[in-house]
């Protein structure tokens, strides 16, 4: 798993050089600066977040890496989003979005989108996770994609390449208690998810576009 590993990171380095660069013209503003964490936050389990060659390596025990950086004072809630990803075979990853830190456990606020091209669970790459889920594949292992989240109000539309895969809006009568009851759209901050320790995935190229 070692030797397939190293070589999967290697095969990503030479493809970052020829991935398509955000300018952060525009008003996107950049979150990630391709050298460290600096801005984002981890609590248990923090060693299955590293940056190798511009990237970040999200392979190890279940973790959540989030955003709690000076852009918006780490709060959003109307922006547009994009990220560059790269997914081995049989990865389970996520971007959530309108979250909170926590130390550990999966986040209880906001919803994820889900990365997931190969792994055994059905939910693919796109789906606003366990709520409105795609069956579908779109994009392929060991090739990088561009994942693009919008979020307007009440509604949430995910575009992978370019193409529209979810249009998503929020219904009015969502769940107070329980829970279940944080998992709907307030405002919040970005989170990269760590599912599982065959997991690997590579995020670079994370942006937003703070939306009015």
């Given at each position: 798993m070692k030797k397939i590993i190293?070589?999967?990171?290697?095969?990503?380095?030479l493809l970052t050089f020829t991935a398509f660069k955000?300018?952060?013209?525009?008003?996107?503003?950049?979150?990630?600066?391709?050298?460290?964490?600096?801005?984002?936050k981890v609590g248990d389990n923090a060693e299955t977040f590293s940056v190798k060659d511009g990237m970040i390596v999200v392979?190890?025990?279940?973790?959540?890496?989030?955003?709690?950086?000076d852009v918006m004072n780490h709060n959003f809630k109307n922006f547009e989003f994009k990220a560059d990803v790269m997914t081995h075979q049989g990865t389970n990853s996520g971007i959530y979005i309108h979250t909170g830190y926590q130390q550990?456990?999966?986040?209880?606020?906001?919803?994820?989108?889900?990365?997931?091209?190969?792994?055994?669970?059905w939910r693919r790459t796109g789906s606003?996770?366990?709520?409105?889920?795609?069956?579908?594949?779109?994009?392929?292992?060991?090739?990088?994609f561009t994942m693009d989240i919008t979020v307007q109000g009440k509604r949430i539309l995910v575009k992978l390449n370019d193409?529209?895969?979810?249009?998503f809006t929020e219904p009015e009568n969502l769940p107070h208690t329980g829970a279940d009851s944080l998992r709907r759209l307030s405002s919040g901050t970005f989170a990269l998810q760590g599912h599982d320790p065959n997991s690997l995935t590579f995020f670079k190229n994370i942006m937003v576009k703070p939306l009015p």
């Open positions: 190293t070589l999967f990171i290697l095969t990503c380095s955000f300018s952060g013209a525009d008003g996107w503003i950049s979150l990630f600066d391709g050298k460290s964490l600096n801005g984002w392979h190890g025990k279940t973790a959540h890496l989030f955003y709690d950086g550990g456990g999966w986040p209880a606020k906001g919803y994820e989108i889900q990365v997931n091209n190969s792994h055994t669970d606003v996770y366990g709520v409105d889920d795609i069956k579908e594949v779109y994009v392929k292992d060991n090739e990088w193409k529209l895969v979810k249009d």
